[in-house]
């Protein structure tokens, strides 16, 4: 019950850890798509993501329409490693919505080994414009 000490969960399998201090962010079974890319680069959708605290929603205007987002950072460094999606307004954008991004140059991705085991669910839209996603803040 110790002031300031932070829980950290240990996953299992392969996983995407924070690039910073190594503490576990995702699964691979979670992720959706490689698809996106932010300001900094490429980055990971995930469906669910561990060991993070989120910030504030904010409306975020990117090219496949407006967002609330807010911002996700490592529970135990602090760093910002990506986004949620709290909600999308346009209704082709919906499917993003409650999952997380993770900005692909915050986190290592050593887990993508068997880069075969990762394609992208097909049953998912997966939107052209994300390939020049802009995430402009
Ligand atoms: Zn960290």
């Known amino acids: 019950m110790g002031m300031g000490r932070v829980f950290v969960v240990e996953l299992e399998g392969k996983v995407y850890t924070c690039l910073t201090c190594g503490t576990h962010l995702a699964s691979a079974d979670d992720l959706i798509s490689k698809a996106f890319h932010c300001r900094h680069g490429k980055a990971f959708l995930f469906s669910n993501v ?4 989120i910030g504030d929603p904010e409306e975020r205007m990117m090219l496949s329409g407006m967002h609330t987002v807010a911002d996700i950072f490592c529970v135990s460094c602090g760093q910002n490693v990506g986004w949620k999606y709290e909600s999308a307004h346009e209704k082709s954008q919906k499917y993003k919505e409650g999952k997380f ?4 140059g915050k986190i290592d991705d050593r887990a993508d080994g068997a880069e075969t085991q990762f394609y992208i669910d097909t049953t998912r839209p997966v939107d052209p414009s994300e390939s020049m996603y802009v995430d402009e803040d």
């Not at 561990?50 to 605290?53: D, G, M």
């Not at 991004?101 to 692909?104: A, S």
């Open 50 to 53: 561990s060991n993070v605290s």
């Open 101 to 104: 991004i993770l900005e692909r």
